[in-house]
T-cell receptor, first 108, second 113 residues
Framework: AQRVTQPEKLLSVFKGAPVELKCNYS??????LFWYVQYSRQRLQLLLR??SRESIKGFTADLNKGETSFHLKKPFAQEEDSAMYYC??????????FGSGTKLNVKP | GAGVSQSPSNKVTEKGKDVELRCDPI?????LYWYRQRLGQGLEFLIY????????KSGLPSDRFSAERTGESVSTLTIQRTQQEDSAVYLC???????????FGQGTRLTVV
């Protein structure tokens, strides 16, 4: 069963515009959710985790259990935000499920 | 080493040849994942090892693909009779149960010519 869904393969926005990368999950337990990022020619790395309720590089993500969503948001996109973004679910504290990824392209 | 290490970094092989890709996880990490990432595409799950449990092989695309891991150490992903569509970056990641982060290697770029 698809546990993490990222419906957009590609998202293009202009610099300074708000950005929202969508993520929906399916899990009956208490979810632990994450966003990972892969910049060009760099390895995949953790961006943020929902339990920390942190803002990293201006990005935030709120867990909405009613909508089973964990969308990643930033009010003003920067060119350096262009990257591949992956939503991930830690299932049973044991196994990560990754979405298929959304490529964010921030145009000047 | 401090992180997940994969070798080789790049591999060019002829169609029909077998290749072996290696992953050295972070010491002590019981979980190990293999993913495939085609050019410009997202992650495709291949296989998951967790300690001594039976691996989850549900993502392997064909019987040409296999992976092994001895205990909680090195893993090798083997692709037999490579095809051009196997060309991709193969990523390895490791983690610990209840550890809220998976750590990725830099990947092996496989090119089948």
């Amino acid at each position: 069963a698809q546990r993490v869904t990222q419906p957009e393969k590609l998202l293009s926005v202009f610099k300074g515009a708000p950005v929202e990368l969508k993520c929906n999950y399916s899990y009956s337990g208490s979810p632990e959710l994450f966003w990972y990022v892969q910049y060009s020619r760099q390895r995949l790395q953790l961006l943020l985790r929902h339990i920390s309720r942190e803002s990293i590089k201006g990005f935030t993500a709120d867990l909405n259990k009613g909508e089973t969503s964990f969308h990643l948001k930033k009010p003003f996109a920067q060119e350096e935000d262009s990257a591949m973004y992956y939503c991930a679910l830690l299932y049973n504290f044991n196994k990560f499920y990754f979405g298929s990824g959304t490529k964010l392209n921030v145009k000047p | 080493g401090a992180g997940v290490s994969q070798s080789p970094s790049n591999k060019v092989t002829e169609k029909g040849k077998d290749v072996e890709l290696r992953c050295d996880p972070i010491s002590g990490h019981t979980a190990l994942y293999w993913y495939r990432q085609r050019l410009g595409q997202g992650l495709e799950f291949l296989i998951y090892f967790q300690g001594n449990s039976a691996p989850d092989k549900s993502g392997l695309p064909s019987d040409r693909f296999s992976a092994e891991r001895t205990g909680e150490s090195v893993s090798t992903l083997t692709i037999q009779r490579t095809q051009q569509e196997d060309s991709a970056v193969y990523l390895c990641a490791s983690s610990l149960p209840r550890l809220t982060e998976a750590f990725f290697g830099q990947g092996t770029r496989l090119t089948v010519v």
